[in-house]
């Protein structure tokens, strides 16, 4: 199935398939050396003969640092969907990205059987406003198939001068029904925090992934409701991580510390017990211990996790929505040095405060609530979840696939928008829920159409 996710940098999300967590970057000089045994220094040597007879004897000249990059690429995206090489230019675009500013279409992708597969388009982006939806799987660029390029090179054919068109053959749903869709490429600038009030006494925060802005962004978005909202009418905060990749591990925390003021937020074990890190919450509630409602769906991954895992454990928000996707790995950014690029490396699994490692099950929202889903995007709209990638970390036997990920684009039918406002309004979940059972019920009885 999926043979490679990468963090595509011009034009891509970072985040990861289904979502990426990443760390602040380390030095690869000073890391103990793991002493080689007489096997290893074998097949290193098979390496180097097999290296010496391509570059001799192959029918046409190979590109020998081509060569050694694929071959470290391979090593790497063997270990885990996660773990991947990036050259010079492609740590560049990395670093670029994570400031929140880049030029291209706005998706993150990763590859499904020789196909790229969409995992979410950013917001306010030319691929989100295309229509472009997760779980799309990408088949031609211009025309020319993606068979056979490898991740780097379809994403390096989306890339392009601003305000060039591309087209791109689409793929939807179980059928497979082909789509073609023209974008004209721009500058993204991936504005990770949106806010508005909703009804006048309640914070709406939409945060679209985890970057060097999200923080701050978050802070801002507070502090001017506190200023508009006077505090005997504030019902308290949406926080809304649907379709949500992920992104940086410390953005995620500082999210969580705006609404508790003390305790664990994640820890993060490596394969050693003395590389196991955990992370908590300095004194100040930024919310003023106004309720606050999560909402995430089968697209929120990686750093939404942590976020919902660490309000849920400490009772601080309701989680209202589908089940997380379920990724629970920490990607750690190692340098090479010079222009060798860098290696992007799962080194840790994360916990939430409780212990729980999500990982390939997801976070069960407290309350679920399903979307009324078009009847054109119905069996396309669910995401398969971490659990489905080819060679992901295991955890037991209970793992669980993904769940629904569709947002409607007119709020007034977004069901679990609803809810959480009538949450924060004061009905109770017994209510909701039950109006909810009520709902479904109808449809369900209503009579089948039939088009003349």
Same mark, same amino acid.
């Given at each position: !199935?999926?043979?490679?996710?990468?963090?595509?940098?011009?034009?891509? /999300?970072?985040?990861?398939?289904?979502?990426?967590?990443?760390?602040?970057?380390?030095?690869?000089?000073?890391?103990?050396?793991?002493?080689?045994?007489?096997?290893?220094?074998?097949?290193?040597?098979?390496?180097?003969?097999?290296?010496?007879? %391509?570059?001799?004897?192959?029918?046409?000249?190979?590109?020998?640092?081509?060569?050694?990059?694929?071959?470290?690429?391979? !090593?790497?995206?063997?270990?885990?969907?996660?773990?991947?090489?990036?050259?010079?230019?492609?740590?560049?675009?990395?670093?670029?990205?994570?400031?929140?500013?880049?030029?291209?279409?706005?998706?993150?992708?990763? *590859?499904?059987?020789?196909?790229?597969?969409?995992?979410?388009?950013?917001?306010?982006?030319?691929?989100?406003?295309?229509?472009?939806?997760?779980?799309?799987?990408?088949?031609?660029?211009?025309?020319?198939?993606? *068979?056979? !390029?490898?991740?780097?090179?379809?994403?390096?054919?989306?890339?392009?001068?601003?305000?060039?068109?591309?087209?791109?053959?689409?793929?939807?749903?179980?059928?497979?029904?082909?789509?073609?869709?023209?974008? $004209?490429?721009?500058?993204? &600038?991936?504005?990770?925090?949106?806010?508005?009030?909703?009804?006048?006494? +309640?914070?709406?925060?939409?945060?679209?992934?985890?970057? =060097? =802005?999200?923080?701050?962004?978050?802070?801002?978005?507070?502090?001017?409701?506190?200023?508009?909202?006077?505090?005997?009418?504030?019902?308290?905060?949406?926080?809304?991580?649907?379709?949500?990749?992920?992104?940086?591990?410390?953005?995620?925390?500082?999210?969580?510390?705006?609404?508790?003021?003390?305790?664990? +937020?994640?820890?993060?074990?490596?394969?050693?017990?003395?590389? $196991?890190?955990?992370?908590?919450?300095?004194?100040?509630?930024?919310?003023?211990?106004?309720? %606050? %409602?999560?909402?995430?769906?089968?697209?929120?991954?990686?750093?939404?996790?942590?976020?919902?895992?660490?309000?849920?454990? &400490?009772?601080?928000?309701?989680?209202?929505?589908?089940?997380?996707?379920?990724?629970?790995?920490? *990607?750690?950014?190692?340098?090479?040095?010079?222009?060798?690029?860098?290696?992007?490396?799962?080194?840790?699994?994360?916990?939430?405060?409780?212990?729980?490692?999500?990982? /390939?099950?997801? +976070?069960?929202?407290?309350?679920?609530?399903?979307?009324?889903?078009?009847?054109?995007?119905?069996?396309?709209?669910?995401?398969?979840?971490?659990?489905?990638?080819?060679?992901?970390?295991?955890?037991?036997?209970?793992?669980?696939?993904?769940?629904?990920?569709?947002?409607?684009?007119?709020?007034?039918?977004?069901?679990?928008?609803?809810?959480?406002? =009538?949450?924060? &309004?004061?009905?109770?979940?017994?209510?909701?829920?039950?109006?909810?059972?009520?709902?479904? /019920?109808?449809?369900?009885?209503?009579?089948? $159409?039939?088009?003349?």
């Amino acid at each position: !199935m999926i043979r490679k996710t990468a963090l595509l940098a011009t034009g891509i /999300a970072i985040g990861a398939g289904c979502a990426t967590l990443g760390q602040q970057a380390r030095a690869l000089i000073g890391t103990p050396a793991v002493a080689a045994t007489a096997d290893t220094y074998k097949f290193l040597s098979l390496f180097g003969d097999v290296f010496d007879k %391509v570059r001799a004897d192959y029918v046409e000249k190979p590109d020998e640092q081509k060569l050694v990059e694929n071959a470290i690429n391979g !090593m790497l995206t063997s270990l885990d969907p996660h773990s991947s090489y990036l050259d010079a230019k492609g740590f560049k675009d990395m670093r670029t990205q994570t400031e929140g500013k880049f030029g291209g279409l706005g998706i993150e992708v990763t *590859q499904e059987d020789g196909l790229v597969k969409v995992v979410t388009p950013i917001d306010d982006t030319p691929a989100s406003r295309a229509g472009i939806m997760s779980g799309d799987l990408i088949g031609a660029i211009d025309d020319e198939t993606v *068979q056979g !390029m490898t991740l780097n090179q379809a994403v390096d054919k989306m890339r392009g001068q601003i305000n060039t068109p591309v087209k791109l053959t689409i793929y939807r749903g179980k059928d497979k029904d082909k789509v073609e869709v023209k974008l $004209t490429r721009a500058e993204i &600038h991936i504005k990770s925090v949106r806010s508005r009030k909703q009804d006048d006494d +309640i914070g709406y925060v939409r945060i679209s992934q985890f970057n =060097e =802005e999200t923080a701050d962004g978050l802070r801002n978005a507070m502090a001017k409701f506190q200023q508009e909202i006077p505090a005997d009418k504030f019902k308290g905060y949406i926080i809304d991580l649907r379709n949500n990749p992920g992104g940086l591990l410390d953005q995620s925390i500082q999210v969580v510390n705006a609404f508790i003021d003390k305790g664990e +937020i994640v820890s993060t074990r490596g394969r050693n017990a003395d590389e $196991t890190q955990r992370y908590n919450a300095r004194p100040g509630d930024l919310s003023k211990g106004k309720p %606050v %409602v999560v909402l995430i769906n089968g697209g929120s991954a990686s750093a939404s996790e942590i976020v919902a895992g660490a309000l849920q454990d &400490h009772k601080r928000a309701t989680l209202i929505g589908t089940r997380s996707f379920g990724k629970g790995s920490v *990607q750690t950014i190692i340098p090479l040095g010079g222009s060798s690029g860098a290696l992007r490396l799962t080194t840790a699994r994360y916990y939430t405060p409780s212990g729980r490692s999500i990982q /390939a099950k997801g +976070i069960d929202p407290d309350m679920i609530i399903l979307q009324d889903v078009p009847d054109e995007l119905k069996g396309k709209d669910d995401t398969k979840g971490e659990a489905s990638l080819k060679g992901h970390l295991k955890n037991g036997e209970d793992e669980k696939s993904g769940s629904q990920a569709y947002v409607p684009p007119d709020e007034k039918k977004d069901k679990q928008l609803i809810a959480a406002v =009538e949450l924060l &309004h004061g009905k109770s979940k017994a209510q909701i829920m039950a109006e909810q059972t009520k709902e479904v /019920a109808k449809d369900s009885t209503k009579a089948p $159409t039939k088009a003349n």
